[in-house]
């Protein structure tokens, strides 16, 4: 179970109660297993999905907030993501909405790069002050992801980048 330093508020153990429920073995299996996964160990798998369950939190108490996860952290919701049906059933469960994956953060020039870094600092900030746990010693500014939670629906500037696809023999510019 999640604790913060000071215990549980009420709303983040209405939260938590939620978290519970969550059936996050197939996660597990996916990331230990060995011919597709990240072949972690028992301990990594544990601590990584324990950290993504505080992320979890971390969404739910500061929706409008841009949150960014450490490596470890994204691998777990890449492998929760893809499970599209039941992400997208654990989602509605926990947070009444779809919480969606943008994976551009930090890529859209020099202000965006500095924008994901202030956002890191106060993601680690917010896990030292609800969970105790202290991400700068696991993670590094050069291992963090270039992706963000995105919670309502915005409008997102995407990088982008012309190519030219062959369509069944009729080149198309896109």
Known sequence: ???????LSQELQLFTDKLQQLDLKAIAYQLMDSD??????????NRAIYHYSAFLCLIHLY???????TQEIDKVWHCHILDTMKYAQDCEM????????????GKRGKA??????????????????HFGIELAAAEQLSQITDCQPVVYVEQMARPVLDVEIDYFGCAVKV
Not at 1 to 6: D, F, K
Not at 36 to 45: D, L, M, P
Request: proline share 6%; glycine share 6%; no cysteine.
């Open 36 to 45: 597709e996964g990240e072949k972690w160990t028992y301990e990594q798998t």
């Open 112 to 129: 965006d790069r500095n924008n994901l870094y202030a956002a890191f600092t106060e993601t680690k900030t917010l896990f030292q002050k």
């Open 63 to 69: 929706p409008k907030h841009k949150l960014v996860p």
């Open 94 to 105: 926990l947070f009444g909405r779809f919480i969606h994956h943008f994976p551009y953060f």
């Open 1 to 7: 179970m999640l604790s913060t330093q000071s215990g």
